[in-house]
C-alpha cells in the first residue's frame, strides 16, 4: 500500500450526501504547519501519518478524529487552543475540523470514511 502525498480532496461520510472538501497533509511541512495561523478552516484537514496532535498557537477550537489505517473512526475529541492529545492505539491518521463540525457531519467512533480526488503515491 503506498503512502499518501500532500493534496486536495472530497471526504465521503455514510450517510451525508454531499462530500467535504479535504486538504491532506502528508509531507513534513504540511503536516507541521497544519492549521496554525489559520482563523478557520472550510471542511477538514487529514493529516498522515499521525496518531496524535496539538493545539498550540492555535486560534480556534477543534474537533479531532483519529482513524485507523482503513479510515474508520476510533476517537473523536473537541481540543480548545493550548491543548496536547494523547496518541491513540491503532491511529494512523487524524482529521480535523472546526469545533463542532464532525458532529454535524456524523462523524463518530465505528463509522467507516473514504477519500475521493486525493493523490496517493508510494512513499
Known amino acids: 500500500m503506498g503512502g499518501w502525498q500532500d493534496g486536495n480532496g472530497t471526504l465521503a461520510i455514510p450517510g451525508r450526501e454531499e462530500p467535504v472538501e479535504l486538504m491532506?497533509?502528508?509531507?513534513?511541512?504540511?503536516?507541521?504547519?497544519?492549521?496554525?495561523?489559520r482563523d478557520g478552516l472550510n471542511g477538514a484537514?487529514?493529516?498522515?501519518?499521525?496518531?496524535?496532535v496539538h493545539t498550540f498557537r492555535m486560534r480556534f477550537?477543534?474537533?479531532?478524529a483519529y482513524l485507523d489505517r482503513e479510515l474508520r473512526v476510533l476517537d473523536v475529541h473537541t481540543m480548545r487552543p493550548g491543548r496536547l492529545g494523547l496518541p491513540r492505539l491503532r491511529s494512523r491518521h487524524v482529521l480535523e475540523a472546526e469545533a463542532g463540525a464532525m458532529a454535524e457531519w456524523g462523524i463518530r467512533p465505528g463509522v467507516?470514511?473514504?477519500?475521493?480526488?486525493?493523490?496517493?503515491?508510494?512513499p
Do not use: E, K, W
Open 24 to 37: 491532506v497533509a502528508a509531507s513534513y511541512a504540511a503536516r507541521y504547519r497544519g492549521l496554525l495561523g
Open 45 to 52: 484537514i487529514m493529516l498522515t501519518p499521525c496518531t496524535s
Open 61 to 64: 477550537a477543534i474537533d479531532v
Open 112 to 122: 467507516r470514511l473514504s477519500i475521493g480526488g486525493s493523490r496517493r503515491g508510494t
